[in-house]
């Protein structure tokens, strides 16, 4: 049977509407979205036509939304209404596929403009107290923190790492990633003598790798509560996150020479553009560096 995610506040949307959004909300799934992202879309979905007051498809005009836009979005940053928007477009267009609709009630022209910004990472000297700090935290959260840094897995991708997915000789791991897809990552030495050592303490051949105080999987928000202690721990920059990990792996790697192409495998992204914005980051380091080395 397949998978529904239904839309909770069922009384403020009429039967036949909320059936379309959940078809909808099930074709994401066919397509692989996260189930993080499905959420999301159906709580954004969910909360324009609470605002809207408007309990069916039939009865939207593109002046409704536009209106929401106005009267509940006006404040909120233009990421967030792009993303709005993002969600109610896809949901119309595929509304407009099926004949639920007879136009995209959407415009272009309303889509914010996001200004461009790099990822954020750590430097050198940061990296260096990163790895101090480190030595004081438990053996389960040091070997957490080497695999991140050295993989640049996501966090969700750390917490999901199952032990018979890991080759400590080779130092590779399988992990899942968005869409449930799966990749090959590779880790440093000191990672896997981490990994090594924690296991020695619990000693298991299969399950997750890292476990909670219960002894069951740990979750991600553990994993960026810890990373936020190192943050606190090491004088971090406050924008120092988990991602800030990923994107630290990532400069890294292409200081040392690594291909932009097994960057991106390794990232798990589907297109090298996504990578390439850090080698944007690599050029404006050495930019700067030689600015204040030569005037």
Not at 157 to 177: F, P, Y
Not at 196 to 205: F, H, S, T, V, W
């Amino acid at each position: 049977m397949k998978e529904k995610y239904w839309v909770l506040d069922c009384e403020r949307i009429e039967p036949k509407t909320r059936s379309i959004i959940n078809d909808y909300l099930s074709s994401l799934k066919d397509q692989k979205r996260a189930a993080a992202t499905i959420d999301k879309y159906r709580r954004i979905i969910e909360q324009f036509f609470i605002e809207t007051r408007k309990s069916s498809l039939e009865e939207l005009a593109s002046s409704d939304v536009l209106d929401w836009l106005d009267k509940y979005c006006k404040n909120r940053s233009k990421r967030t209404v792009r993303l709005y928007l993002t969600v109610l477009s896809s949901l119309f267009k595929f509304c407009l596929a099926k004949n639920h609709i007879d136009k995209i009630l959407t415009k272009r022209r309303w889509f914010p403009e996001i200004p461009y910004s790099v990822p954020r990472h750590l430097n050198g000297a940061e990296v260096a107290r990163l790895k101090i700090a480190a030595e004081k935290f438990s053996i389960r959260d040091r070997a957490i923190i080497a695999f991140m840094l050295s993989s640049g897995v996501r966090r969700k991708e750390a917490s999901g790492l199952n032990i018979e997915n890991v080759d400590l000789k080779e130092r590779v791991a399988q992990v899942k990633g968005k869409g449930d897809k799966t990749r090959i990552v590779h880790f440093s030495v000191e990672c896997a003598l981490l990994l090594k050592r924690y296991l020695a303490k619990n000693p298991r051949d299969e399950g997750p790798m890292f476990l909670n105080r219960y002894g069951d999987r740990i979750s991600d928000a553990r994993i960026y509560e810890i990373v936020a202690r190192l943050k606190r721990e090491a004088d971090l920059p406050p924008y120092f996150c988990p991602h800030s990990l990923r994107s630290t792996f990532a400069c890294l790697m292409l200081s040392r020479g690594a291909e932009l192409g097994f960057i991106t495998d390794e990232l798990g992204h589907v297109n090298m553009d996504t990578t390439r914005v850090y080698a944007r980051i690599l050029t404006e380091d050495l930019i700067s560096e030689y600015k204040q080395k030569m005037g």
